[in-house]
């Protein structure tokens, strides 16, 4: 019965969720039964209704008391008093125990954290000194190329060294391939044998590609201002043979000789001789034109 009271204060119409489309359509039985279930004025309809609100300000609240400072309440229903009263130094005995040990340590931590002001003479001196642009780590960006050159050499003398080399390999008598145990096994051994042999294209296009990813690991140690001209033709040599797709781990190895050869140039205290600063610039070009490196060079 109650239920039903409670549906109608809602739904004024509810006789008509359940087959009468309008109050109209009710006969006169059935307002004389609605008219028992619900009273009137008269019966004390409106009674119930101020009953109802008093019993809602009256209802028992799950949650805690207000907080003064922030006029929350908390979600737990847990006194002021006993966070005042937890103790901190034992452990806790029960669930409440330990929330209200967790508020009272939480408001005892400042929001904000004092810091005595130093003294104006402790403060460092601001001067309005220009200090230079210098990189304490790694090798320099870019190397400065002239354009008309770099142009000319990635489109026209690289490619027919290229082409020159491949028909200078074609026709002449050698092994086609080389195995691992033919070749030197270590970087001293390499260095050596590149010093007392000239550079040869039969040579170059007879080695696996594994073994010229490893000389040119090499190369990165052998690159320096001194390094002598027969081993800069060597290396250029093996940039000659290299195939104009590589996997990104091979051309990083290449980016990393090119940045190699860009400190080299950039050495103030010892210049290369003309010979390796040819091998030098060749060799970035290579790796910026052929490889698609272009941030390593600034043309001008």
């Given at each position: 019965?109650?239920?039903?009271r409670?549906?109608r204060?809602?739904?004024p119409y509810?006789?008509?969720f359940?087959?009468q489309?309008?109050?109209s359509?009710?006969?006169?039985?059935?307002?004389?039964?609605?008219?028992e279930?619900?009273g009137?004025?008269?019966?004390?309809?409106y009674d119930?209704?101020e009953e109802?609100?008093v019993?809602d300000?009256?209802?028992?609240y799950?949650?805690?008391?207000?907080?003064?400072?922030?006029?929350q309440?908390?979600?737990?229903?847990?006194?002021?008093?006993?966070i005042?009263q937890s103790?901190?130094?034992?452990?806790?005995?029960n669930?409440?125990?330990?929330?209200?040990r967790?508020q009272?340590?939480?408001s005892?931590?400042p929001?904000v954290?004092r810091?005595?002001?130093s003294?104006?003479?402790n403060?460092?001196?601001?001067t309005?000194?220009?200090?230079?642009k210098?990189?304490?780590?790694?090798?320099e960006d870019?190397?400065k190329i002239?354009s008309?050159?770099y142009?000319?050499?990635?489109?026209?003398?690289?490619?027919a060294?290229?082409?020159?080399l491949?028909?200078?390999?074609?026709?002449?008598?050698g092994?086609?391939?080389?195995?691992?145990?033919?070749?030197?096994?270590?970087?001293?051994d390499w260095?050596k044998?590149l010093l007392?042999h000239?550079?040869?294209s039969l040579?170059l296009?007879?080695?696996?590609?594994?073994?010229?990813?490893?000389l040119?690991q090499?190369?990165c140690k052998?690159t320096?201002?001194?390094?002598p001209?027969?081993?800069?033709s060597w290396?250029?040599g093996?940039l000659?043979?290299?195939?104009?797709?590589l996997d990104g781990?091979?051309?990083s190895?290449?980016r990393r000789?090119?940045?190699?050869?860009?400190?080299v140039?950039?050495?103030?205290?010892?210049?290369?001789?003309?010979?390796v600063?040819?091998f030098?610039k060749f060799?970035?070009s290579?790796?910026?034109?052929?490889?698609?490196?272009?941030?390593?060079i600034?043309?001008?």
């Open positions: 019965m109650e239920n039903a409670a549906i204060k809602i739904l509810d006789d008509a359940i087959g489309s309008d109050p359509q009710l006969t006169n039985d059935d307002h004389n039964k609605d008219k279930v619900t009137n004025e008269e019966d004390g309809y119930d209704f109802d609100e019993n300000s009256n209802k028992q799950t949650s805690g008391p207000s907080d003064p400072h922030s006029g309440r908390s979600a737990f229903p847990i006194g002021r008093l006993t005042l103790d901190l130094s034992t452990p806790p005995v669930v409440a125990d330990y929330l209200a967790v009272k340590e939480a005892e931590i929001a954290t810091v005595a002001k003294s104006s003479s403060q460092p001196e601001v309005n000194q220009s200090h230079s210098t990189r304490g780590f790694g090798y870019t190397m002239d008309k050159w142009r000319q050499f990635v489109k026209a003398t690289f490619p060294t290229r082409a020159r491949l028909l200078h390999s074609a026709a002449g008598k092994p086609k391939s080389i195995t691992h145990k033919d070749l030197p096994q270590s970087l001293v260095r044998h007392t000239s550079p040869s040579f296009h007879a080695l696996p590609h594994s073994v010229l990813l490893t040119f090499y190369a052998w320096t201002t001194n390094m001209p027969q081993l800069c290396i250029y093996m000659v043979v290299l195939p104009d797709t781990q091979e051309v190895l290449l000789l090119a940045k190699k050869c860009i400190a140039h950039m050495k103030q205290d010892h210049r290369p001789t003309i010979q600063e040819c030098l060799t970035v290579v790796v910026a034109g052929i490889y698609a490196q272009s941030d390593l600034e043309l001008v």
